[in-house]
Protein backbone atom coordinates (compact mmCIF):
# COMPACT_ATOMS: atom_id res chain seq x y z
CA UNK A 1 0.00 0.00 0.00
CA UNK A 2 1.25 3.59 -0.57
CA UNK A 3 2.32 5.50 2.03
CA UNK A 4 -0.85 8.02 1.57
CA UNK A 5 -3.00 5.72 1.46
CA UNK A 6 -1.77 3.72 4.49
CA UNK A 7 -1.44 7.39 6.61
CA UNK A 8 -5.10 8.00 5.37
CA UNK A 9 -6.94 4.02 6.20
CA UNK A 10 -4.70 4.77 9.61
CA UNK A 11 -6.52 7.94 10.37
CA UNK A 12 -10.01 6.79 8.83
CA UNK A 13 -9.44 3.68 11.76
CA UNK A 14 -8.16 6.04 14.34
CA UNK A 15 -5.63 3.17 15.02
CA UNK A 16 -5.23 1.97 18.88
CA UNK A 17 -2.10 3.09 20.42
CA UNK A 18 -0.91 0.34 22.32
CA UNK A 19 2.23 0.00 24.84
CA UNK A 20 3.99 -2.27 26.79
CA UNK A 21 3.39 -3.25 30.44
CA UNK A 22 6.45 -3.46 32.82
CA UNK A 23 6.15 -3.20 36.59
CA UNK A 24 2.58 -1.74 36.60
CA UNK A 25 3.17 0.69 34.32
CA UNK A 26 2.13 1.39 30.58
CA UNK A 27 4.97 2.10 28.15
CA UNK A 28 6.28 3.20 24.94
CA UNK A 29 9.37 0.96 23.21
CA UNK A 30 12.61 2.52 24.76
CA UNK A 31 13.77 3.90 21.61
CA UNK A 32 9.98 5.10 20.22
CA UNK A 33 9.87 2.78 17.55
CA UNK A 34 6.42 1.33 16.63
CA UNK A 35 4.99 -1.56 14.34
CA UNK A 36 1.41 -0.89 12.41
CA UNK A 37 -0.96 -3.54 13.21
CA UNK A 38 -3.30 -4.89 10.29
CA UNK A 39 -6.81 -6.02 10.08
CA UNK A 40 -5.99 -8.36 7.61
CA UNK A 41 -10.21 -8.42 6.27
CA UNK A 42 -9.29 -5.09 5.03
CA UNK A 43 -5.50 -3.97 5.24
CA UNK A 44 -6.56 -1.28 7.62
CA UNK A 45 -3.83 -0.07 10.46
CA UNK A 46 -6.32 -0.67 13.45
CA UNK A 47 -3.21 0.07 15.99
CA UNK A 48 0.14 1.33 16.45
CA UNK A 49 2.32 -1.25 18.91
CA UNK A 50 5.81 -0.64 20.30
CA UNK A 51 8.84 -2.37 18.54
CA UNK A 52 10.04 -3.51 21.73
CA UNK A 53 13.71 -3.73 22.20
CA UNK A 54 16.22 -6.21 24.36
CA UNK A 55 16.73 -3.46 26.93
CA UNK A 56 12.93 -3.12 26.87
CA UNK A 57 12.89 -7.07 27.58
CA UNK A 58 15.61 -7.09 30.32
CA UNK A 59 13.07 -4.51 32.21
CA UNK A 60 10.54 -6.43 32.13
CA UNK A 61 12.90 -9.81 33.17
CA UNK A 62 14.43 -7.40 36.31
CA UNK A 63 10.22 -6.11 37.78
CA UNK A 64 9.02 -10.16 37.31
CA UNK A 65 12.60 -11.11 39.17
CA UNK A 66 11.79 -8.38 42.13
CA UNK A 67 8.27 -9.35 42.08
CA UNK A 68 8.61 -12.90 42.50
CA UNK A 69 11.38 -12.72 45.22
CA UNK A 70 9.52 -9.99 47.47
CA UNK A 71 6.54 -12.99 47.66
CA UNK A 72 3.70 -10.66 46.74
CA UNK A 73 2.20 -13.21 44.73
CA UNK A 74 4.19 -16.41 44.98
CA UNK A 75 3.55 -16.76 49.21
CA UNK A 76 -0.20 -15.56 48.93
CA UNK A 77 -2.24 -18.01 50.30
CA UNK A 78 -3.78 -19.72 47.12
CA UNK A 79 -7.35 -18.76 47.65
CA UNK A 80 -6.34 -15.35 47.33
CA UNK A 81 -4.43 -15.88 43.85
CA UNK A 82 -7.36 -17.65 43.28
CA UNK A 83 -9.99 -14.65 43.97
CA UNK A 84 -7.66 -12.01 41.35
CA UNK A 85 -8.13 -15.01 38.65
CA UNK A 86 -12.00 -14.99 39.19
CA UNK A 87 -12.13 -11.57 39.46
CA UNK A 88 -10.21 -11.58 35.89
CA UNK A 89 -12.51 -14.40 34.52
CA UNK A 90 -15.69 -11.85 35.27
CA UNK A 91 -14.16 -9.04 33.68
CA UNK A 92 -13.54 -11.32 30.16
CA UNK A 93 -16.91 -11.76 30.77
CA UNK A 94 -18.29 -8.28 31.05
CA UNK A 95 -15.66 -7.60 28.32
CA UNK A 96 -16.76 -10.10 25.78
CA UNK A 97 -18.22 -8.69 22.95
CA UNK A 98 -15.70 -5.42 22.73
CA UNK A 99 -13.24 -8.33 22.83
CA UNK A 100 -14.41 -10.63 20.36
CA UNK A 101 -14.65 -7.98 17.50
CA UNK A 102 -11.44 -6.57 18.29
CA UNK A 103 -10.08 -10.80 18.17
CA UNK A 104 -11.75 -10.72 14.65
CA UNK A 105 -10.42 -7.37 13.82
CA UNK A 106 -6.64 -8.30 14.62
CA UNK A 107 -6.65 -11.74 13.48
CA UNK A 108 -9.45 -12.20 10.46
CA UNK A 109 -11.00 -15.02 12.49
CA UNK A 110 -15.18 -14.84 12.54
CA UNK A 111 -16.98 -13.62 15.24
CA UNK A 112 -18.62 -16.67 15.87
CA UNK A 113 -14.82 -18.04 16.31
CA UNK A 114 -13.60 -15.22 18.36
CA UNK A 115 -16.43 -15.77 20.52
CA UNK A 116 -15.86 -19.09 21.37
CA UNK A 117 -12.24 -17.97 22.21
CA UNK A 118 -13.67 -15.17 24.44
CA UNK A 119 -15.43 -17.52 26.29
CA UNK A 120 -12.83 -20.24 26.91
CA UNK A 121 -10.51 -17.67 27.97
CA UNK A 122 -12.98 -16.81 30.82
CA UNK A 123 -13.47 -20.39 31.25
CA UNK A 124 -9.72 -21.27 32.29
CA UNK A 125 -8.95 -18.38 34.85
CA UNK A 126 -11.84 -19.71 36.48
CA UNK A 127 -10.76 -23.74 36.00
CA UNK A 128 -7.34 -22.93 37.29
CA UNK A 129 -8.96 -20.90 40.08
CA UNK A 130 -10.34 -23.86 41.33
CA UNK A 131 -7.54 -26.34 40.77
CA UNK A 132 -5.21 -24.29 42.73
CA UNK A 133 -7.02 -24.32 46.00
CA UNK A 134 -7.34 -28.18 45.68
CA UNK A 135 -4.71 -30.54 47.77
CA UNK A 136 -1.76 -31.18 46.17
CA UNK A 137 1.87 -32.79 47.05
CA UNK A 138 2.51 -36.52 48.59
CA UNK A 139 3.64 -37.91 51.80
CA UNK A 140 5.55 -41.21 51.71
CA UNK A 141 6.45 -44.13 53.91
CA UNK A 142 10.35 -44.46 54.11
CA UNK A 143 12.24 -45.12 56.93
CA UNK A 144 11.63 -43.98 60.58
CA UNK A 145 12.74 -42.12 62.28
CA UNK A 146 12.25 -39.97 58.19
CA UNK A 147 9.40 -38.40 57.32
CA UNK A 148 8.85 -37.37 53.44
CA UNK A 149 6.85 -35.40 51.37
CA UNK A 150 6.79 -33.46 48.21
CA UNK A 151 5.35 -30.02 47.44
CA UNK A 152 4.77 -27.81 44.74
CA UNK A 153 6.22 -24.64 44.48
CA UNK A 154 6.45 -22.11 41.52
CA UNK A 155 9.07 -22.21 38.85
CA UNK A 156 10.17 -18.42 38.89
CA UNK A 157 10.18 -16.15 36.22
CA UNK A 158 8.34 -17.65 33.71
CA UNK A 159 8.87 -16.44 29.87
CA UNK A 160 5.53 -17.29 27.87
CA UNK A 161 5.66 -16.46 24.05
CA UNK A 162 2.97 -17.01 21.98
CA UNK A 163 1.68 -16.89 18.20
CA UNK A 164 -1.12 -15.12 15.94
CA UNK A 165 -3.48 -17.68 15.61
CA UNK A 166 -5.15 -17.39 18.70
CA UNK A 167 -3.90 -14.37 20.48
CA UNK A 168 -6.36 -14.33 23.24
CA UNK A 169 -6.57 -17.84 23.73
CA UNK A 170 -3.26 -19.21 23.48
CA UNK A 171 -2.20 -15.96 26.23
CA UNK A 172 -4.78 -17.46 28.51
CA UNK A 173 -3.44 -21.18 28.47
CA UNK A 174 -0.27 -20.09 29.59
CA UNK A 175 -1.00 -16.82 31.85
CA UNK A 176 -3.62 -18.53 33.68
CA UNK A 177 -1.72 -21.68 34.99
CA UNK A 178 1.78 -20.05 35.22
CA UNK A 179 0.00 -16.99 37.42
CA UNK A 180 -2.51 -19.76 39.81
CA UNK A 181 1.09 -21.72 40.47
CA UNK A 182 2.28 -18.29 42.17
CA UNK A 183 4.94 -17.16 39.28
CA UNK A 184 5.52 -14.23 37.94
CA UNK A 185 5.90 -13.69 34.16
CA UNK A 186 7.25 -12.09 31.19
CA UNK A 187 4.55 -12.65 28.19
CA UNK A 188 5.56 -12.04 24.24
CA UNK A 189 2.33 -11.84 21.90
CA UNK A 190 2.64 -11.98 18.50
CA UNK A 191 4.23 -8.59 17.29
CA UNK A 192 0.66 -9.41 14.18
CA UNK A 193 -1.70 -9.59 17.28
CA UNK A 194 -1.02 -7.72 20.09
CA UNK A 195 -4.59 -6.43 20.45
CA UNK A 196 -6.66 -8.59 22.47
CA UNK A 197 -3.22 -9.55 24.79
CA UNK A 198 -2.89 -5.60 25.31
CA UNK A 199 -6.77 -5.79 26.77
CA UNK A 200 -6.21 -8.67 28.98
CA UNK A 201 -3.55 -7.05 30.52
CA UNK A 202 -5.78 -3.67 31.39
CA UNK A 203 -8.19 -6.10 33.11
CA UNK A 204 -4.75 -7.54 35.21
CA UNK A 205 -4.74 -3.57 36.23
CA UNK A 206 -8.44 -3.22 36.66
CA UNK A 207 -8.94 -6.08 38.81
CA UNK A 208 -5.43 -4.70 40.86
CA UNK A 209 -2.98 -7.03 40.28
CA UNK A 210 0.44 -6.51 42.32
CA UNK A 211 2.81 -4.25 39.62
CA UNK A 212 5.33 -7.05 38.59
CA UNK A 213 3.77 -9.88 38.67
CA UNK A 214 2.23 -9.55 34.82
CA UNK A 215 4.62 -7.85 32.45
CA UNK A 216 4.00 -7.54 28.76
CA UNK A 217 7.10 -6.62 26.31
CA UNK A 218 6.29 -6.65 22.41
CA UNK A 219 8.20 -6.82 19.34
CA UNK A 220 9.76 -9.44 17.47
CA UNK A 221 10.68 -12.91 18.11
CA UNK A 222 14.59 -12.69 17.11
CA UNK A 223 15.05 -9.47 19.18
CA UNK A 224 12.43 -9.62 22.50
CA UNK A 225 11.29 -13.31 22.60
CA UNK A 226 14.88 -13.98 22.00
CA UNK A 227 15.97 -12.09 25.03
CA UNK A 228 13.77 -14.30 27.11
CA UNK A 229 14.57 -17.17 26.14
CA UNK A 230 18.23 -16.63 26.68
CA UNK A 231 17.92 -14.70 29.96
CA UNK A 232 19.66 -15.97 32.93
CA UNK A 233 16.75 -14.92 35.19
CA UNK A 234 14.19 -16.48 33.72
CA UNK A 235 13.20 -19.82 34.45
CA UNK A 236 11.32 -21.50 32.02
CA UNK A 237 9.92 -20.38 28.66
CA UNK A 238 7.07 -21.81 27.44
CA UNK A 239 6.61 -21.49 24.03
CA UNK A 240 3.77 -21.88 21.29
CA UNK A 241 4.56 -21.50 17.52
CA UNK A 242 6.49 -23.04 14.50
CA UNK A 243 8.71 -25.64 14.99
CA UNK A 244 11.42 -23.94 13.63
CA UNK A 245 11.10 -21.09 16.27
CA UNK A 246 10.79 -24.14 18.99
CA UNK A 247 13.98 -26.11 17.97
CA UNK A 248 15.83 -23.14 18.44
CA UNK A 249 13.98 -21.27 21.41
CA UNK A 250 15.03 -24.91 22.79
CA UNK A 251 18.44 -24.28 22.13
CA UNK A 252 18.71 -20.84 23.07
CA UNK A 253 17.45 -22.25 26.36
CA UNK A 254 19.73 -25.25 26.86
CA UNK A 255 22.44 -22.41 27.70
CA UNK A 256 21.03 -21.12 30.80
CA UNK A 257 19.01 -24.80 31.73
CA UNK A 258 15.82 -23.46 31.79
CA UNK A 259 12.44 -25.01 32.05
CA UNK A 260 11.48 -25.74 28.17
CA UNK A 261 7.82 -26.14 27.21
CA UNK A 262 6.90 -26.11 23.55
CA UNK A 263 3.53 -26.67 21.86
CA UNK A 264 4.54 -27.18 18.06
CA UNK A 265 3.25 -27.30 14.27
CA UNK A 266 1.64 -30.44 13.07
CA UNK A 267 0.05 -32.15 10.30
CA UNK A 268 -2.46 -34.06 11.41
CA UNK A 269 -4.14 -37.10 9.85
CA UNK A 270 -7.93 -37.47 9.69
CA UNK A 271 -8.79 -40.93 8.68
CA UNK A 272 -12.10 -42.07 7.44
CA UNK A 273 -13.24 -45.33 6.97
CA UNK A 274 -16.27 -46.87 4.62
CA UNK A 275 -18.34 -47.42 7.51
CA UNK A 276 -18.33 -43.87 9.36
CA UNK A 277 -21.82 -42.27 8.89
CA UNK A 278 -20.59 -40.58 5.49
CA UNK A 279 -22.09 -37.03 6.07
CA UNK A 280 -21.08 -36.79 9.64
CA UNK A 281 -17.07 -37.33 8.32
CA UNK A 282 -17.32 -34.91 5.01
CA UNK A 283 -18.69 -32.49 8.24
CA UNK A 284 -16.00 -32.85 10.63
CA UNK A 285 -13.38 -33.07 7.59
CA UNK A 286 -14.23 -29.50 6.55
CA UNK A 287 -14.33 -28.88 9.96
CA UNK A 288 -11.30 -29.88 10.81
CA UNK A 289 -9.15 -28.19 7.93
CA UNK A 290 -11.15 -24.85 7.01
CA UNK A 291 -12.15 -23.99 10.56
CA UNK A 292 -10.25 -21.02 11.57
CA UNK A 293 -8.96 -20.58 7.69
CA UNK A 294 -6.66 -23.31 8.83
CA UNK A 295 -4.61 -21.78 10.70
CA UNK A 296 -4.84 -24.13 13.68
CA UNK A 297 -1.96 -26.24 14.46
CA UNK A 298 -4.12 -29.07 15.55
CA UNK A 299 -6.01 -29.10 11.70
CA UNK A 300 -6.91 -32.08 10.31
CA UNK A 301 -4.77 -31.27 6.81
CA UNK A 302 -4.35 -35.02 5.63
CA UNK A 303 -7.30 -36.59 5.16
CA UNK A 304 -6.91 -40.60 4.30
CA UNK A 305 -10.13 -42.16 3.24
CA UNK A 306 -11.21 -45.70 2.56
CA UNK A 307 -10.72 -46.48 -1.21
CA UNK A 308 -14.22 -48.16 -1.50
CA UNK A 309 -15.79 -44.29 -0.48
CA UNK A 310 -12.76 -42.20 -1.70
CA UNK A 311 -15.05 -40.76 -5.01
CA UNK A 312 -17.84 -40.47 -3.15
CA UNK A 313 -15.88 -38.48 -0.47
CA UNK A 314 -14.25 -36.21 -3.13
CA UNK A 315 -17.06 -35.18 -5.11
CA UNK A 316 -19.00 -34.44 -1.90
CA UNK A 317 -15.96 -32.73 0.36
CA UNK A 318 -15.91 -30.23 -2.82
CA UNK A 319 -19.00 -29.28 -2.95
CA UNK A 320 -19.52 -28.70 0.54
CA UNK A 321 -16.33 -26.56 0.34
CA UNK A 322 -17.33 -24.17 -2.41
CA UNK A 323 -20.48 -23.14 -0.61
CA UNK A 324 -18.07 -21.78 2.39
CA UNK A 325 -18.66 -18.34 2.85
CA UNK A 326 -15.66 -16.58 2.83
CA UNK A 327 -15.01 -13.13 3.92
CA UNK A 328 -14.42 -10.42 6.77
CA UNK A 329 -15.01 -12.02 9.63
CA UNK A 330 -16.62 -9.45 11.18
CA UNK A 331 -19.92 -10.05 8.77
CA UNK A 332 -22.13 -12.43 10.80
CA UNK A 333 -22.45 -14.33 7.91
CA UNK A 334 -18.97 -15.26 7.32
CA UNK A 335 -17.78 -18.46 7.55
CA UNK A 336 -14.16 -18.78 6.68
CA UNK A 337 -12.23 -14.96 7.33
CA UNK A 338 -8.77 -13.81 5.94
CA UNK A 339 -5.03 -15.45 6.61
CA UNK A 340 -3.66 -13.33 9.15
CA UNK A 341 -1.04 -11.20 6.98
CA UNK A 342 0.28 -10.35 3.36
CA UNK A 343 3.74 -12.80 4.56
CA UNK A 344 0.94 -15.63 5.59
CA UNK A 345 -0.83 -15.61 2.60
CA UNK A 346 2.44 -15.23 0.41
CA UNK A 347 3.41 -18.68 2.24
CA UNK A 348 0.36 -20.00 1.89
CA UNK A 349 -0.15 -19.56 -2.64
CA UNK A 350 3.68 -20.78 -2.51
CA UNK A 351 2.11 -24.19 -1.28
CA UNK A 352 -0.87 -24.45 -3.17
CA UNK A 353 1.95 -24.07 -6.21
CA UNK A 354 3.99 -26.17 -5.14
CA UNK A 355 0.85 -28.74 -4.96
CA UNK A 356 0.59 -28.07 -8.45
CA UNK A 357 4.21 -28.63 -9.47
CA UNK A 358 3.87 -32.16 -7.34
CA UNK A 359 0.96 -33.39 -9.78
CA UNK A 360 -1.84 -33.17 -6.72
CA UNK A 361 -5.12 -32.93 -8.25
CA UNK A 362 -6.64 -29.95 -7.40
CA UNK A 363 -10.20 -30.43 -5.89
CA UNK A 364 -11.14 -27.08 -5.41
CA UNK A 365 -9.93 -23.56 -4.24
CA UNK A 366 -6.17 -22.88 -5.55
CA UNK A 367 -6.66 -19.20 -5.56
CA UNK A 368 -6.26 -15.99 -3.74
CA UNK A 369 -10.03 -14.48 -3.34
CA UNK A 370 -9.89 -10.91 -4.57
CA UNK A 371 -13.38 -9.66 -6.26
CA UNK A 372 -16.47 -8.94 -4.00
CA UNK A 373 -14.54 -6.23 -1.93
CA UNK A 374 -11.90 -9.03 -0.69
CA UNK A 375 -9.48 -7.53 -3.04
CA UNK A 376 -7.89 -5.45 0.02
CA UNK A 377 -7.23 -8.73 2.26
CA UNK A 378 -5.93 -11.58 2.63
CA UNK A 379 -8.28 -14.44 1.14
CA UNK A 380 -7.71 -17.58 -0.05
CA UNK A 381 -10.65 -20.33 -1.59
CA UNK A 382 -11.05 -23.53 0.49
CA UNK A 383 -8.26 -25.57 -1.17
CA UNK A 384 -8.60 -29.24 -0.93
CA UNK A 385 -5.54 -30.94 -3.47
CA UNK A 386 -6.90 -35.19 -3.81
CA UNK A 387 -4.19 -38.17 -4.71
CA UNK A 388 -1.33 -36.95 -2.54
CA UNK A 389 1.21 -39.16 -2.28
CA UNK A 390 3.59 -39.54 0.89
CA UNK A 391 6.68 -38.10 -0.71
CA UNK A 392 4.76 -34.59 -1.40
CA UNK A 393 6.04 -31.85 0.16
CA UNK A 394 1.79 -30.52 0.82
CA UNK A 395 1.86 -33.78 2.63
CA UNK A 396 4.75 -33.41 5.01
CA UNK A 397 5.26 -29.77 5.45
CA UNK A 398 3.23 -28.26 7.60
CA UNK A 399 1.01 -25.58 5.67
CA UNK A 400 -1.20 -23.39 8.11
CA UNK A 401 -3.94 -22.41 5.62
CA UNK A 402 -6.85 -23.51 4.29
CA UNK A 403 -5.48 -26.12 1.93
CA UNK A 404 -5.95 -29.64 2.65
CA UNK A 405 -3.90 -33.18 1.13
CA UNK A 406 -6.47 -36.31 0.75
CA UNK A 407 -5.64 -39.58 -0.38
CA UNK A 408 -6.91 -42.84 -0.18
CA UNK A 409 -5.90 -46.32 1.79
CA UNK A 410 -6.70 -50.15 1.28
CA UNK A 411 -7.18 -51.39 4.97
CA UNK A 412 -6.95 -50.54 9.06
CA UNK A 413 -2.99 -50.81 8.61
CA UNK A 414 -2.23 -48.85 5.49
CA UNK A 415 -4.24 -46.17 7.42
CA UNK A 416 -1.96 -46.07 10.56
CA UNK A 417 0.90 -46.41 8.75
CA UNK A 418 -0.14 -43.36 6.38
CA UNK A 419 -1.36 -41.69 9.02
CA UNK A 420 1.82 -42.15 11.12
CA UNK A 421 4.36 -41.31 8.63
CA UNK A 422 4.91 -37.59 9.75
CA UNK A 423 7.60 -35.67 11.52
CA UNK A 424 4.75 -34.41 13.86
CA UNK A 425 2.35 -36.42 16.36
CA UNK A 426 0.06 -33.48 17.51
CA UNK A 427 -3.69 -34.42 16.65
CA UNK A 428 -5.53 -36.98 14.52
CA UNK A 429 -8.88 -38.61 13.63
CA UNK A 430 -10.99 -41.61 13.17
CA UNK A 431 -14.10 -41.94 11.57
CA UNK A 432 -15.87 -45.12 12.36
CA UNK A 433 -19.51 -46.63 13.88
CA UNK A 434 -16.72 -49.61 14.81
CA UNK A 435 -16.46 -48.51 18.52
CA UNK A 436 -13.20 -51.13 18.84
CA UNK A 437 -11.89 -50.39 15.21
CA UNK A 438 -11.78 -46.93 16.49
CA UNK A 439 -10.09 -47.63 19.56
CA UNK A 440 -7.91 -49.73 17.81
CA UNK A 441 -6.55 -47.27 15.23
CA UNK A 442 -6.49 -44.37 17.96
CA UNK A 443 -3.94 -46.72 20.73
CA UNK A 444 -1.72 -46.79 17.21
CA UNK A 445 -1.81 -43.01 16.50
CA UNK A 446 1.53 -41.39 17.66
CA UNK A 447 -0.05 -38.26 18.50
CA UNK A 448 -0.89 -36.26 21.58
CA UNK A 449 -4.75 -34.79 21.28
CA UNK A 450 -7.13 -37.04 19.48
CA UNK A 451 -10.84 -37.52 18.67
CA UNK A 452 -13.15 -40.40 17.48
CA UNK A 453 -16.26 -39.37 15.21
CA UNK A 454 -15.07 -35.41 15.73
CA UNK A 455 -13.06 -33.31 15.46
CA UNK A 456 -11.34 -29.89 17.19
CA UNK A 457 -13.52 -30.03 20.61
CA UNK A 458 -10.83 -28.98 23.27
CA UNK A 459 -11.36 -28.58 27.35
CA UNK A 460 -9.74 -26.92 30.15
CA UNK A 461 -9.63 -30.79 31.46
CA UNK A 462 -7.67 -32.54 28.94
CA UNK A 463 -3.98 -32.14 28.02
CA UNK A 464 -3.24 -30.31 24.71
CA UNK A 465 0.62 -31.35 23.27
CA UNK A 466 1.93 -33.12 20.72
CA UNK A 467 4.82 -36.44 20.02
CA UNK A 468 7.45 -35.77 18.11
CA UNK A 469 8.23 -32.71 16.86
CA UNK A 470 4.98 -31.24 17.50
CA UNK A 471 6.57 -30.54 20.69
CA UNK A 472 7.26 -30.81 24.55
CA UNK A 473 5.24 -31.04 27.62
CA UNK A 474 1.08 -30.29 27.58
CA UNK A 475 -0.90 -27.30 28.32
CA UNK A 476 -4.31 -27.32 30.20
CA UNK A 477 -5.84 -29.94 32.66
CA UNK A 478 -3.51 -30.68 36.18
CA UNK A 479 -0.75 -31.01 33.32
CA UNK A 480 -1.07 -27.81 32.23
CA UNK A 481 -0.31 -26.62 36.07
CA UNK A 482 2.14 -28.88 36.61
CA UNK A 483 4.27 -27.46 33.62
CA UNK A 484 4.46 -24.23 35.91
CA UNK A 485 5.18 -25.95 38.97
CA UNK A 486 8.50 -27.16 40.11
CA UNK A 487 8.62 -30.68 42.42
CA UNK A 488 10.81 -30.51 46.03
CA UNK A 489 11.23 -33.38 48.24
CA UNK A 490 11.19 -32.78 52.18
CA UNK A 491 12.63 -35.23 54.85
CA UNK A 492 12.06 -34.11 58.31
CA UNK A 493 14.19 -36.14 60.91
CA UNK A 494 11.48 -37.18 63.69
CA UNK A 495 14.43 -37.84 66.21
CA UNK A 496 16.21 -34.58 66.69
CA UNK A 497 19.77 -36.75 67.70
CA UNK A 498 23.60 -36.96 65.77
CA UNK A 499 23.55 -40.02 63.52
CA UNK A 500 26.91 -41.11 64.67
CA UNK A 501 28.40 -42.37 60.93
CA UNK A 502 31.58 -41.36 61.72
CA UNK A 503 32.93 -42.34 65.29
CA UNK A 504 33.95 -39.19 67.82
P1 LIG B 1 6.75 -18.31 15.01
O1 LIG B 1 7.14 -19.61 15.55
O2 LIG B 1 7.72 -17.57 14.16
O3 LIG B 1 6.27 -17.29 16.14
C1 LIG B 1 5.61 -17.64 17.35
C2 LIG B 1 6.08 -16.68 18.44
O4 LIG B 1 7.49 -16.82 18.63
C3 LIG B 1 5.85 -15.22 18.10
O5 LIG B 1 5.57 -14.50 19.28
C4 LIG B 1 7.19 -14.82 17.52
O6 LIG B 1 7.44 -13.45 17.57
C5 LIG B 1 8.14 -15.57 18.43
N1 LIG B 1 9.46 -15.78 17.88
C6 LIG B 1 9.84 -15.79 16.58
N2 LIG B 1 11.18 -15.99 16.47
C7 LIG B 1 11.65 -16.11 17.72
C8 LIG B 1 12.96 -16.32 18.28
N3 LIG B 1 14.03 -16.45 17.50
N4 LIG B 1 13.09 -16.39 19.62
C9 LIG B 1 12.02 -16.27 20.42
N5 LIG B 1 10.77 -16.04 19.96
C10 LIG B 1 10.58 -15.98 18.63
O7 LIG B 1 5.45 -18.53 14.22
P2 LIG B 1 4.81 -17.56 13.19
O8 LIG B 1 3.86 -16.78 13.99
O9 LIG B 1 5.72 -16.76 12.35
O10 LIG B 1 4.23 -18.63 12.22
C11 LIG B 1 5.12 -19.45 11.46
C12 LIG B 1 4.64 -20.85 11.47
O11 LIG B 1 4.55 -21.37 12.79
C13 LIG B 1 3.25 -20.98 10.94
O12 LIG B 1 3.20 -20.92 9.55
C14 LIG B 1 2.88 -22.30 11.49
O13 LIG B 1 3.46 -23.29 10.71
C15 LIG B 1 3.50 -22.29 12.85
N6 LIG B 1 2.59 -21.92 13.91
C16 LIG B 1 2.16 -22.89 14.76
C17 LIG B 1 1.29 -22.59 15.76
C18 LIG B 1 0.80 -23.60 16.73
O14 LIG B 1 -0.11 -23.31 17.49
N7 LIG B 1 1.38 -24.77 16.81
C19 LIG B 1 0.78 -21.23 15.93
C20 LIG B 1 1.32 -20.27 15.01
C21 LIG B 1 2.20 -20.62 14.05
P3 LIG B 1 6.95 -12.44 16.44
O15 LIG B 1 6.00 -13.17 15.55
O16 LIG B 1 6.33 -11.36 17.22
O17 LIG B 1 8.18 -12.01 15.70
New binding site residues.
Partial sequence: MLETEKEKVKKDAEALQLKMYINGEWKEASDQKTRDVINPATGAVIAEAPEGTAEDAQAAIAAAKATFESGVWSDLPATERAAYLLKIADKIDEKAEELTKLETMDNGKTLREAGYDVGDAAACFRYYAGMITQPDGHTYHVADPMQAMVVREPVGVCGL??????PLL?SVWKIAPALAAGNTIVF?????T?VTPTKLLEIFEEVGLPAGVANMV?????????E??SHKDVDMVS????????K??MK?AADTMKKVSL????KSPNIIFADSDFETAVDYALFGIYAGAG????AGSRILVEESIYEKFLARFAERAKEIRVGDGSDSKTEMGPL?SQ??LD?VLSYIEIGKEEGARLLCGGERLISDGLDKGYFVAPTAFADTTQEMRIVQE????PVVAIQPFKDEEEAIRLANDSDYG?AGAVFTVDGAKGLRVIKKLRAGITWINSYHPTYNEAPWGGYKQ??IGRSLGTFGLEEFQEVKQININLEVEPIGWFEK
Fill in positions: IVPWNYMKPSEVPMGAGPVVGNIAFTGGTKTGHITELGGQVCSVEHKEIFGLSG
